[in-house]
């Protein structure tokens, strides 16, 4: 019978922001309190899987939420920048609704194209990368479980993808939580599943 591999690709967790920034890809921006109880709470849950090996983004948000899963597994965190965040027009800035930059009409050109999207990184070329990504550890994990920590955007994106649906979508609509695992179920090389979870509160 031909091996089964899961690849876990998580979204990290909560982050410290009081601001309300939209940090992107910005360095220095950690997990909150929440976040680190959320990545243990998830190293807890995949304690007894056979995982070996966990990969981030090289964001520290992603590396934080990496951090237990690694060493409840004993294994070092290895980095792919292709887990990286989506590339963002308004990183920096805030966009909460009321008073972010999507009331500034010096912005709204950045907003012409929701489909592509013109203001950040094409949904195609993230969906490229990620799925790489996802090949690689794969490739890695043949037979066994990995664990890819990953940012939100990038690991729907991915979904959509990988399910045959379209990229471009309502953000609102993405079911993709905070420390949430989107599992990829391999028979061989064929995706035969996607099962979704929420293992931290």
């Known amino acids: 019978m031909t091996e089964q591999t899961r690849v876990h690709v998580m979204r990290h967790g909560e982050v410290h922001n ?7 890809r910005l360095p220095g921006f950690h997990l909150s309190e929440r976040g680190r109880a959320q990545a243990q709470a998830v190293a807890d849950a995949l304690a007894g899987r056979d995982i070996v090996a966990v990969i981030a983004s090289p964001l520290q948000r992603a590396q934080e939420t990496a951090a237990p899963i690694a060493d409840k597994h004993g294994l070092t965190i290895d980095t792919d920048p292709d887990l990286i965040e989506s590339a963002n027009f308004f990183e920096g800035r805030r ?4 008073d972010g930059a999507w009331r500034d009409p010096r912005w709204w050109w950045q907003l012409r194209n929701p ?12 969906a490229d990368r990620m799925a790489t990504a996802v090949d690689k550890a794969r490739a890695r994990g043949a037979g066994h479980e990995v664990v ?3 940012h ?7 979904r959509l993808h990988l399910t045959g649906r379209r990229l471009w979508h309502d953000p609102r609509r993405r079911e ?4 949430s695992l989107t599992t990829l179920v391999y028979q061989g090389d064929r995706l ?10």
């Open 176 to 179: 993709c939580d905070l420390a």
């Open 115 to 126: 489909l592509r999207p013109s203001w950040g990184e094409p949904y195609r070329e993230i």
């Open 18 to 24: 009081p601001d309300g920034i939209l940090y992107g």
């Open 95 to 98: 966009v909460s609704p009321g």
């Open 152 to 158: 939100q955007l990038p690991v729907w994106t991915l």
């Open 148 to 150: 890819c920590v990953s």
């Open 192 to 201: 035969v599943d996607v099962e979704y979870s929420r293992p931290a509160p």
